[in-house]
């Protein structure tokens, strides 16, 4: 009977975990599986079953879990969306000052304002995005 009670928690908390994303009920999940067959085949009582359950538990958080959450915890390797603009290169369309400025950037036109708040670049200039603070290219003409 405890057997059966061990295998019902482990399929619910591998189920809670797709809720969490966390890989932590995933490994207590599979912990309590674990127990459920080494009670079934054992016919364990409930101290030894606690123990294997610990036991496990422990092995799955400090080895499996880490290389899990290295593997596929690692946000994407190509930037995207607004973090992909940073180091792209955009023409000035109007003079960029520390309180106003237009920038041509990837075919869409951008404020922005220049990274050292005393230096202006005009009409024309090819200058860099050194970051984007909202929505405004912060930019640098360069060396």
Known sequence: MAAVVWLV???????????????????????????????????TSLVVDAIVFGVISAILFLGVRPMLRRRFGTPPPIPTNVDALTGK?????????????????????????????DESYEPGTTVYVMRIDGATAVVWKGP
Request: charged share 15%.
């Open 9 to 43: 928690a482990g399929v619910l908390l591998a189920a809670a975990e797709m809720l969490t994303g966390d890989l932590t009920l995933l490994m207590l999940g599979a912990a309590a599986l674990g127990t459920a067959g080494v009670s079934a085949a054992a016919d």
């Open 89 to 117: 290169s955009a023409l000035v369309l109007q003079e960029v000052s520390a309180h106003s400025g237009r920038v041509k950037l990837g075919g869409e036109e951008w404020t922005a304002r220049p990274m050292n708040a």
